[in-house]
């Protein structure tokens, strides 16, 4: 069996992140993504590869794809069962395991992450910081729950597993080579959105530039 650092990576490797699954697979959800993905492309350059940090079973990736198929994809999970689907889909490139241990082999065009930082233990999110910003060369996308301050929220009954600050705040003060590009917010009563109330953020690498 493996072993995890936090509780947060055995919570969602085991039965409730196979919960989580069930109740994330629908048609809504996915037109929702497109939505947000079209708005988010709308203010990049083209580019050709991206990879994603918790991908779950992909619904974000399956997003970016019906935008521009010839998009080169690769995904980070935790969670076996999401592993299989991603894979059965036709995500050329899964690393399996935890975003702490993960150590990119190359970097691409866009590094993602969506509702994941909310749920990592506090004291390693600048840890993970370094993971995205290493794994990009050039984009950093950033959708998660928004607050000024941190806070931790109770989760489906459980403690120390939701936590909102302002992340995007947080990465610009670690790197100053990235800018902010734009960024949104996602209304939950919105009824063209099938989200709850989640901000992104796009962020940009300056060309050349390396760790702080």
Not at 31 to 50: G, H, V, Y
Not at 174 to 182: A, H, S, T, W, Y
């Amino acid at each position: 069996m493996t072993e995890y650092k936090t509780e947060q990576e055995r919570f969602w490797a085991g039965a409730f992140g196979d919960d989580y699954i069930d109740r994330n697979r629908s048609d809504e959800l996915l037109t929702t993504n497109k939505l947000r993905f079209a708005k988010i492309l709308s203010r990049t350059q083209p580019f050709r590869t991206a990879i994603e940090f918790g991908a779950n079973i992909g619904l974000n990736l399956r997003a970016l794809h019906a935008l521009d198929p010839k998009l080169e994809l690769a995904a980070i999970e935790i969670n076996a069962r999401a592993v299989e689907q991603l894979r059965a889909w036709g995500v050329p490139k899964v690393y399996e395991g935890s975003i702490l241990e993960f150590e990119a082999d190359v970097p691409r065009d866009m590094a993602l992450i969506a509702g994941v930082l909310i749920h990592i233990n506090p004291d390693e999110l600048p840890r993970v910081y370094r993971k995205l910003h290493a794994a990009t060369r050039r984009y950093l996308l950033v959708s998660e729950y928004f607050n000024p301050t941190p806070v931790e929220v109770p989760y489906r009954g459980h403690g120390g597993r939701l936590f909102k600050r302002d992340f995007a705040g947080e990465i610009l003060d670690l790197f100053p080579d990235l800018k902010l590009v734009d960024y949104g917010f996602e209304y939950s009563r919105d009824p063209r959105s099938a989200q709850d109330d989640a901000t992104w953020f796009l962020l940009e690498k300056a060309r050349g530039s390396g760790e702080p």
